[in-house]
Nanobody, 124 residues
Framework: QVQLVESGGGLVQAGDSLRLSCAGS????????IAWFRQAPGKGRDFVAA????????HYADSVQDRFTISRDTTKNIVYLQMDSLKPEDTAVYYC?????????????????WGRGTQVTVSS
């Protein structure tokens, strides 16, 4: 069984930065592809970014390309999402998910494990 716990959310102003963390446990965590998704009020859960087991391959949604960076500390079993130049439209609950399908898996149904999420609010 894999468990995921997100942290690092908060209230910031447009243009600010935040770093989210996804701490994983379970004997297969280090082998899984890990992704960040986000869900705004009244909307579906959208793909943000994903990373492979050693950080050597990443994939981003067009909306966050060049502003967000996903990384992985394999010694600590943590995946980070560095978010820069935040915009009000980035406001959402951010979830991390784990899958076996690959770094380009953008469909929520491909994910086997989820955390409970962390709220990010960006004011204008």
């Amino acid at each position: 069984q894999v468990q995921l716990v997100e942290s690092g959310g908060g209230l910031v102003q447009a243009g600010d930065s935040l770093r989210l963390s996804c701490a994983g446990s379970g004997h297969t965590f280090s082998s899984l592809f890990i992704a960040w998704f986000r869900q705004a009020p009244g909307k579906g859960r959208d793909f943000v970014a994903a990373i492979n087991w050693n950080g050597g391959s990443t994939h981003y949604a067009d909306s966050v390309q060049d502003r967000f960076t996903i990384s992985r500390d394999t010694t600590k079993n943590i995946v980070y999402l560095q978010m820069d130049s935040l915009k009000p439209e980035d406001t959402a609950v951010y979830y991390c998910g784990a899958n076996w399908a690959g770094v380009r898996a953008v469909d929520v149904h491909l994910y086997d494990y989820w955390g409970r999420g962390t709220q990010v609010t960006v004011s204008s």
